[in-house]
């Protein structure tokens, strides 16, 4: 009986992986009803010779992993420990316990992987897309029986793969089940459809937070909007885009962004001045603000504003003694199926703090740290600066900055003003004693 058993040692944990785990059923859910695939796998895996094992490697083909934005599993309800391989696109699943059998499940979010199809439509034109992706679940290890179903956003469905056993449904198709499915298998399949959702995303955001030990954070977003769905084929009529509903359907007229429930002091412009077509709803748990630019955004077009507000610290500043800890999001809700190309989070903390530590949620790219200079400002304010890469929704989770900072330190601006404000006082007061006239006082004898 060959029997091998694989030990890793991640993070001082050992990891028990193995030779004779096989896939006993996959059931994968693909949801292409927006811009972002979704795709949720319900994976029961278990030892053929019935050793124990916790761990588990999720791999993903070169091809695939450059459109992989964020991997999770999870156990029933609770979430698994997911940590990535340092070489290749492989991830490890680690379980509680070791056993010879689990079913638990992951999900995994795709970007750029749906385009237009075609790349050019005419204003009144409906948008069609296509979706190229995995046929099977690709996977390091063989699979007994997979079951596939495919949500798309309408029933218009102008071509798909057939592969029997397969059924359609309204805006669903149905594929297998199947059997004995070798690991690694790398065939394909192809949907080609109406989806008339907004096709958009953030090329760039810049989000500068600046924080004050006098009560305030304030919060400044620089975004780079750029319209990804088919391009407009000829020119624009507003005339006809106002006059027929049916016309532009696939354009961006306006969205929601939200913002913490404690924001206030909102600010929404762009280079030609402050934007008024915007509305701001403040929600038990949320501030929703509905965003219009200042024209519609079609296939091809773009835009960039900047969305600035404040922040209560008490809420996300907490310390003790002469330590700090910031607890913020890396992201906010921009608009519902987000992507982010690109975000640099800009961090400014205030003067004299040191001993700084980030704990970002994931892995992120740290960049030079410098600093930043302000109103009473002496030696700079330390600036901590990072960024990260194919960003959605999923990523809107919560960093930590922990820094000391003496509280002697607070005395210093309004010693500065105090200062600044006496030494005014004090050139009036020898300005008006000092005689600067040239002309020759006679005095009575």
Not at 389 to 415: A, W
Request: aromatic fraction near 12%; charged fraction near 20%.
């Amino acid at each position: 009986m060959d029997i091998r058993i694989f030990i890793l040692f991640l993070s001082n944990q050992v990891i028990f992986i193995t030779s004779k785990i096989i896939n006993q059923n996959v059931e994968r859910s693909i949801d292409l009803t927006t811009q972002v695939v979704r795709e949720t796998v319900k994976i029961t895996a278990e030892d053929t010779e019935g050793i124990p094992f916790n761990a588990y490697n999720v791999v993903f083909n070169e091809d695939l992993a450059q459109h992989v934005s964020f991997v999770s599993a999870k156990h029933t309800s609770k979430k698994l420990t997911m940590r990535k391989v340092s070489a290749g696109s492989t991830n490890v699943i680690m379980f509680p316990e070791a056993a010879p059998s689990h079913v638990f499940y992951i999900e995994v979010i795709y970007t750029s992987q749906i385009q237009p199809y075609p790349e050019e439509i005419k204003q009144a034109d409906k948008q069609f897309v296509r979706y190229t992706g995995p046929m099977y679940f690709y996977s390091a290890y063989k699979t007994r029986f997979q079951k596939t179903q495919v949500k798309l956003a309408t029933s218009n469905i102008i071509s798909y793969t057939q592969i029997k056993p397969y059924a359609v449904s309204s805006n669903k198709i149905k594929y297998g089940p199947f059997e004995d499915i070798s690991g690694h298998s790398k065939e394909l399949m192809t949907v080609h459809y109406e989806n008339q959702t907004p096709f958009m995303s953030v090329n760039r955001l810049e989000r500068t937070i600046q924080v004050s030990h006098w009560g305030n954070i304030a919060v400044e977003e620089s975004i780079h909007l750029l319209h990804t769905g088919a391009k407009l084929k000829g020119s624009f009529s507003r005339y006809e885009f106002q006059k027929d509903g049916r016309s532009g359907q696939a354009s961006i007229k306006s969205y929601k962004t939200v913002l913490p429930a404690s924001a206030f002091g909102v600010y929404y412009r762009d280079t030609n001045g402050n934007i008024s077509t915007s509305n701001m709803n403040v929600l038990k748990e949320s501030v929703e603000l509905e965003l219009r630019p200042r024209f519609p955004l079609f296939g091809g077009w773009k835009t960039q504003y900047i969305l600035g507000y404040n922040l209560p610290s008490f809420e996300y500043l907490f310390n003790s003694d002469d330590d700090y800890v910031l607890r913020m999001r890396v992201i906010d809700h921009i608009f519902d199926d987000m992507v982010v190309d690109e975000a640099v989070v800009k961090i400014i903390l205030p003067e004299g703090c040191a001993s700084i530590q980030l704990i970002p949620p994931y892995s992120i790219r740290r960049e030079a740290d410098a600093m930043s200079y302000t109103y009473l400002d002496t030696f700079g304010r330390p600036t901590i600066v990072f960024s990260k890469n194919n960003m959605v929704e999923n990523h809107m989770s919560d960093f930590e900055l922990k820094y000391k900072f003496p509280k002697i330190l607070l005395l210093q601006e309004p010693i500065l003003i105090i200062t600044f404000i006496f030494m005014i006082f004090l050139f009036t007061v020898i300005f008006k004693r000092l005689d600067f006239s040239i002309a020759v006082h006679l005095h009575k004898e």
